[in-house]
């Protein structure tokens, strides 16, 4: 029952019920694999708080995005990928170097 309520925090909170209920099944065990008797209970509860939680939202906050809904400020100009790719290529560099260090000989 512990996961059924984390999940549907998780869920509720971030409006991802989905991603709520596989952290609850992963956080709380170990191994990689995970418990299929927690995932069921886990996603019914994350769903229905998801559900609740977003009833209770004003409608025009209720399903606008983590980051806001205005998102059309943004500027989406092709030169400005440039100096990304340019960090890129930095920092392929650095990792790999990173890797070197560590690399027995």
């Given at each position: 029952?512990?996961?059924a309520g984390?999940?549907?925090?998780?869920?509720a909170i971030?409006c991802?019920p989905?991603?709520g209920a596989v952290?609850?099944?992963e956080?709380?065990?170990?191994?990689a694999?995970?418990?299929?008797?927690v995932?069921v209970p886990a996603?019914?509860s994350?769903?229905?708080?998801?559900?609740?939680f977003?009833q209770v939202?004003?409608?025009?906050?209720?399903?606008?995005?983590?980051?806001g809904?205005?998102?059309?400020?943004?500027s989406?100009?092709?030169w400005?990928?440039?100096?990304y790719t340019?960090?890129?290529?930095?920092?392929?560099?650095?990792g790999?170097?990173?890797?070197?260090?560590f690399q027995?000989?």
């Amino acid at each position: 029952m512990i996961a059924a309520g984390m999940g549907a925090g998780i869920g509720a909170i971030f409006c991802a019920p989905l991603a709520g209920a596989v952290f609850a099944a992963e956080i709380l065990y170990s191994d990689a694999e995970l418990e299929a008797d927690v995932i069921v209970p886990a996603a019914t509860s994350s769903i229905v708080a998801y559900s609740l939680f977003s009833q209770v939202l004003p409608t025009s906050t209720r399903f606008m995005p983590l980051f806001g809904g205005e998102l059309d400020h943004l500027s989406t100009a092709l030169w400005e990928l440039f100096p990304y790719t340019i960090l890129a290529i930095i920092l392929v560099f650095a990792g790999w170097g990173y890797v070197r260090i560590f690399q027995p000989s």
